[in-house]
């Protein structure tokens, strides 16, 4: 071998001995141990510190909140009206501990005319869940439209966030001359307090149409706890009170 393919043996060995003692001062002061934190798909993640081994839920694993009823206007007297949407979730890994949502209102000209906005939630899998703006005050205003918008989706497994048990006992719907009553209780068979039970009704007329919506709210409702609620509405023509709906949510603490 010729000197200067010795010095140039010697010269890479000495320059692989340099990177390997480096690498491993890199390892031991300087690497950062993988978290859900570090900005990188890394550890089994399904995304970018997402999925996986991270609590955070990748946007790509979850379906978007469905509209299944992009809104209804209901009018319980001249002054007043109730929005009325119903959404459903496809998911049934995963449940929004919160959502927003936005009614907006149209005239007849489709001019935007104002906006509603509000919270609510949903259960991995549900696929009744009713929003409703119940007896809003709107006097000498015309709305001939409304549509809905979600957002701001906060997923999580549907094992962290379960549905309470939740039962409706005893419902009645009478209907008068002075208007629609529903009564009944709601019992709390889950082992929570329950801080609210929203309960809404959904009247329908003789050609099953939804004519009427209303709601009532039960607070802090203790574990294995029967109590009564009821629920009002103005009068509507031609009522089916037999057809009543009801259904009730409430979120999990």
């Known amino acids: 071998m010729t000197r200067r393919a010795k010095q140039v043996l ?118 009744d869940r009713y929003i409703l703006l119940a007896n809003l005050n709107f006097p000498n205003k015309e709305v001939s439209r409304v549509s809905i918008k979600i957002q701001d989706e906060k997923w999580v497994k549907a094992e962290d966030f379960p549905r309470p048990k939740i039962n409706i006992q005893n419902k009645e719907t009478v209907s008068g001359s002075g208007g629609i009553e529903v009564q009944g209780r709601v019992v709390n068979l889950d082992s929570v307090i329950l801080p609210a039970v929203k309960i809404i009704g959904l009247f329908y007329g003789q050609f099953g149409q939804i004519a009427g919506a209303s709601e009532s709210e039960v607070q802090d409702l203790i574990p294995n706890e029967s109590r009564s609620f009821s629920i009002n509405h103005p009068p509507i023509l031609n009522i089916n009170p037999k057809a009543t709906h009801i259904f009730f949510f409430s979120r999990r603490p």
């Open 10 to 127: 010697y010269s890479s060995s000495y320059l692989v001995v340099f990177l390997l003692i480096s690498f491993f001062v890199y390892l031991i002061f300087f690497k950062t141990e993988a978290s859900c934190f570090d900005k990188v798909q890394n550890q089994g993640e399904g995304g970018v510190d997402c999925g996986g081994p991270c609590s955070e839920i990748c946007r790509s694993e979850v379906k978007p909140i469905e509209i299944v009823d992009e809104g209804r206007i209901l009018r319980p007297d001249e002054s007043h009206l109730s929005l009325l949407s119903k959404v459903r979730n496809p998911n049934l890994d995963y449940a929004a501990r919160s959502f927003t949502y936005t009614f907006s209102l149209y005239d007849d000209k489709g001019s935007l005319t104002q906006n509603l906005s509000g919270e609510s939630f949903i259960y991995a899998g549900e696929v």
